[in-house]
C-alpha cells in the first residue's frame, strides 16, 4: 500500500499517465469528426478479363488462365475503359510503356508474349507497329483448345496521349512501369504541357525514379511511390501520435497494406481526416505490403478485404472490390 502512495506521489508516473491520456483523446477514432460521402468508384486496367489466381507469380501469363469471358472486353483500351466509366466508374487505373518513338503505349505486361503474337518489349517497337499487333491473341479459357479473342484485338493498343484526349476530363491513375529517369523525364514533360486543371485529374505511381522527376517538375501533381509512401509514414509513425503530419504527406497518394493500416496513429478516422488536411488520397489494399502492388494488382488480396471502414470510398476491378479513402 506504501508503495502504491509513493508511486502515485511520482511526477513521472503523473507524466505518463497524463501523456497516455493524450495520446488516447488526440487518436482516437471515437472522438472523430464522421467520414461521411457516396462511394468512389475506381476500375482497374479498365474492364478486364478475369482468371484464377492458384499459384499466381508476378510474371505468370493470366492471359492463358481466364474465366470463360462474360464480356467482350481487354484491359488497357479505350473501349474497356468507355465500359468502365460507363458503368459508373469515377476513375480507371492503366499502365504504360515507353516505345521506340519515345511516346507511351497503354499496356500492363513486361513483355509482349504472354498477350500478343509478337515477342520483345513495347520499347522494341514504334507506336504505330504497336497498332498492328493483336492485343488478344494470347487469351484462352480452355488451355488453348480455342482463342477468343484473336484476331480481335489489332489496334486497340492506345497511345497514353489517346487516351487522355478520348478521357479528357476523367479522372485517371497512371502506372509508369519501369524505374528508368530518361522515361520520367520524357513523361513529365509530357504533363508539362497540359493545364494544371488537367493534371490535377491525374495521379501518377510506379517506379521510385520517374515519380520522384514529375514530383519535382510538376509538384502540383497527385504522385505515388514506394519512396512517397516511406517519407511520409515513417515521420507519421514516429510522431503522428501528437496530431502533427509531417510535410513529405502533403498532396501525395498512399496505399495502405490492411494489415498495417491498424499500426497509423489515429486509424481509421482521425487519420483519414488528417490526410484530408493535407490533400493526401489513402487507399487500403489487401495484403502485407511486401510488395508494392500488393492488394492493388492481385484480385485475391481484393477479396478478403472488409467493407466496414467508415466513410470509405470504394476502388473496383468491376468484378473485384477493395475500400478506398479520400
Known sequence: ???????????????????????????????????????????????????????????????????????????????????????????????????????FAVFHD????????????????????????DIGYGYTADNGKSYPFR????????????????????MLLIHIKTDDRKEGNLFADMLAKLSPERRSQLTIYGGDLPVSIVKEKLPDTRVI?????????????AYGWTGSIPASCEHIQIHIPEKLAP???????????????????????????????TGFDTPADLERLPASYSGGIWTNRIDRIAPIYK
Not at 64 to 88: C, K, W
Not at 273 to 279: L, T
Open 225 to 237: 511511390s514506394v519512396d512517397t509512401m516511406k517519407n511520409c509514414l515513417l515521420p507519421y509513425l
Open 1 to 103: 500500500m506504501k508503495r502504491l502512495r509513493k508511486l502515485f506521489k511520482s511526477k513521472l508516473v503523473w507524466v505518463l499517465l497524463i501523456l497516455i491520456v493524450f495520446i488516447y483523446i488526440n487518436n482516437t477514432s471515437l472522438l472523430a469528426k464522421e467520414r461521411t460521402g457516396s462511394p468512389f468508384l475506381m476500375a482497374h486496367r479498365g474492364l478486364a478479363q478475369t482468371f484464377h489466381t492458384e499459384d499466381l507469380k508476378n510474371d505468370t501469363c493470366t492471359a492463358e488462365r481466364i474465366f470463360v469471358p462474360e464480356h467482350p472486353y481487354l484491359e488497357n483500351t479505350i473501349p474497356s475503359m468507355q465500359a468502365a466509366f460507363d458503368a459508373g466508374a469515377d476513375e480507371v487505373e492503366f499502365d504504360i510503356h515507353i516505345t521506340k518513338d519515345d511516346q
Open 263 to 293: 499500426l497509423l496513429w489515429g486509424w481509421p478516422n482521425k487519420f483519414l481526416n488528417r490526410m484530408d488536411k493535407v490533400d493526401t488520397r489513402v487507399i487500403v489494399v489487401g495484403g502485407n505490403g511486401t510488395e508494392f502492388s
Open 110 to 133: 513486361w513483355t509482349l508474349d504472354c498477350r500478343t503474337n509478337v515477342k520483345g518489349q513495347s520499347k522494341d517497337y514504334t507506336m504505330a507497329e504497336l497498332k498492328k499487333v
Open 151 to 170: 484476331g480481335k484485338g489489332i489496334g486497340l493498343m492506345p497511345s497514353f496521349n489517346e487516351v487522355l484526349t478520348q478521357f479528357a476530363d476523367k
